[in-house]
């Protein structure tokens, strides 16, 4: 990948993570929008590109940083419109996007038209995050030392891998980097003299995935 894509897509993360806190929304809307973004939308776009087609809309050709700006935007929409009881209008969307994007200035319409674009569903119950959260809860329940470990370094190292186009082969499987998060957040977080990770039935799932991830924190 080269430095230029690299440093894009480290923005668009950064940038979807702080439309979420400007939102207060909750941890579960912030990864079902980065999933959808990230692991659905952005890889058919990428594909779109590499066949030099001619776009459809004019929101995906030229692609600019302040368009893709827009399709997270749409994506947090989505997630939000999902997970909370009370969703996200598209004037408060279209107003976060003018505080938010500064090289472009779109209207309620462009917003209309991006979410007819973004026409990828998501479910939710196999994303990564949820099963960190299940993973963490059973591993709290059957070991002492899950009470040291805390969740909100599991989601900065789930935030970090995010900015990596070299962990998109970790997403493949939901189940091995929710287990390999939570291991790896146990092995920086934790004292050595503490290193007593139990037997789990889902530890199998971790081995590889957890060097991976050590190996691209520490190149970061």
Known sequence: MSTEIAHLRRRLVEFLI????QLELPPIVKYSALSLFFDRFRPCVVRFLQKKKKAEHWLLQPLTESNLQLFVLISIWISCKMHCSRGLSVQSLKSLGDKMITEQLFTVRDFMEAKQVLKFEIG????AYTLLDDLFLQFTEVAKVGELLNFEACM???DLLYEKEETSVLYHSSTSLAASILVSSYIVTMPKQQWEFPILPWGKHSAFSTKSILY?????
């Open 18 to 21: 702080q439309c979420n806190t």
């Open 216 to 220: 691209l924190l520490l190149s970061m």
């Open 124 to 127: 939710t119950l196999n994303i």
């Open 156 to 158: 900065d190292m789930m």
